[in-house]
């Protein structure tokens, strides 16, 4: 050793101590440091939930609003259907209206119309007046022809019964309306 140097003695348990603290101030800044991470992603974790949240909170109230355009939509539809009923209506009692003016302002017209009406009902009541007796004589000819049928079925009837010994379903077999041509005559 040269005259001036001193030399530091260290005691080695000193030294083994220092480093030890060291490690520990090393293991609390890393924790440290982890803990500010584990803040910082728990800061992002509730973020993420949050806009998690609010994306269900925006789906929920777009599909509401969804669910009311549809329902507003057929009510406009409905609206619209009324509306057209009401045009129609309008356009009829329009025309009933214009029909009634003309009526007032030009009977002749009207007078016109009701007298060919009246012509057009009087020959169809002349047709119906000649169709009348020609129809009469028809009924009264399927009535006599009714009536023969029901007489043949009578005996027919007493034939059958005679056979076995009854002679009296002549009075107990049903008989056909006796046609009266007076009273068809006179109710016509």
Partial sequence: MQKGELKLVIPADFIAEDLKKAAKRRKVVQRSENKKALTEVKANTRTL???LRSERELLSMNKEHENQIVELKLLVEEKNREVEKLRGL???QREEIKSLKNDVLFPDVMNSQLQELLEKQGSELKQAKQLIP?????????TGQIQCLAYDLAEVKADK????GCYDSLSSSPRSPEYNQEEAVNSL
Avoid: I, N
Avoid at 134 to 142: A, H, I, R, Y
Avoid at 161 to 164: A, E, K, P, V
């Fill in 49 to 51: 939930a949050m806009v």
């Fill in 90 to 92: 309008c356009l009829k």
């Fill in 134 to 142: 020609s129809l009469q004589d028809q009924v009264t000819s399927l």
């Fill in 161 to 164: 019964y005679s056979s076995r």
